[in-house]
């Protein structure tokens, strides 16, 4: 089985500022359409400050990490994402708590963690055209993958579609929470743009695992 270390989890960190900075007019016109278009400012900001800390981060054991990312993110991302995203890496952090390395057992266990702060911060579930559209999936996907035994790799591959797919999905929804709630169709036709980029990280971090 793989063991994602302190360095791991700072390479994935750097690969995915990649992803998000290089689709920045993208996400940019995605919170326009139902927001007010400064998500990919807000979500690249943060990234941008973590890759700064790369050598930091990446020598601290993954629990210490995860609450080193979690309070950079809470200061640097501004919006609703910032708070929601500085909660998931803190309560990761205390779910996978003492914690070294992680195993495919661990990742589960901190992207669970995630979603319910997410969830919890947010008064939100899934449905409601949000981040938790692909983030739910994906770790409804993980949970079932290693209980049916599916091999490492594999759940791998299902947890990032089920990622992607999440966030495909938001198009066909209302919104209940976020700033998409003000228009008058509820953002419906448009994708979320706080799911696009939690698809974003998600497909990342599998890509990682798996190399
Ligand atoms: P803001 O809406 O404050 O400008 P951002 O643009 O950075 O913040 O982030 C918007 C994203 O945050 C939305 O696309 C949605 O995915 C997510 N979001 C907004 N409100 C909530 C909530 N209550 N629960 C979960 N996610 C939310
Ligand atoms: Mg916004
Ligand atoms: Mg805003």
């Known amino acids: ?25 993208y ?16 979500i690249n900001m943060g990234f941008e400050k973590l890759v700064e800390k790369y050598e930091e981060l990446g020598q601290l054991p993954i629990s210490e990490e995860f609450k080193e990312i979690g309070k950079t ?10 708070v929601l995203y500085g909660s998931a890496y803190l309560a990761a952090a205390k779910a996978v708590k003492g914690k070294e390395t992680l195993d495919c057992q661990g990742v589960c ?11 919890s911060r947010g008064q939100a579930k899934e449905g409601f055209k949000t981040m938790i559209d692909s983030l739910a999936p994906a770790v409804m996907a993980y949970k079932k ?13 299902i947890v990032k579609q089920a990622a992607v797919d999440g966030a495909e999905n938001t198009k066909n929804m209302e919104a209940v929470k976020g700033r998409a709630t003000y228009q008058a169709n509820k953002g419906l036709g448009h994708l979320d743009p706080g799911a696009v980029t939690m698809s974003y990280q998600i497909g990342t971090l599998m890509n990682c695992i798996k190399e």
């Open 1 to 25: 089985g793989f063991e994602l270390t302190g360095k791991d989890y700072a390479d994935y960190i750097k690969k995915a500022y990649e992803l998000i900075h290089e689709n920045g007019d």
């Open 27 to 42: 996400v940019t016109e995605l919170d326009l359409a139902t927001g007010d278009g400064d998500h990919w400012s807000n």
């Open 73 to 82: 993110m809470m200061a640097v991302i501004g919006g609703s994402s910032g």
């Open 109 to 119: 266990d901190s992207l669970e963690a995630m979603l319910e702060a997410i969830m």
């Open 145 to 157: 993958g290693i209980s049916d035994g599916v091999s490492e790799l594999e759940i791998c591959e």
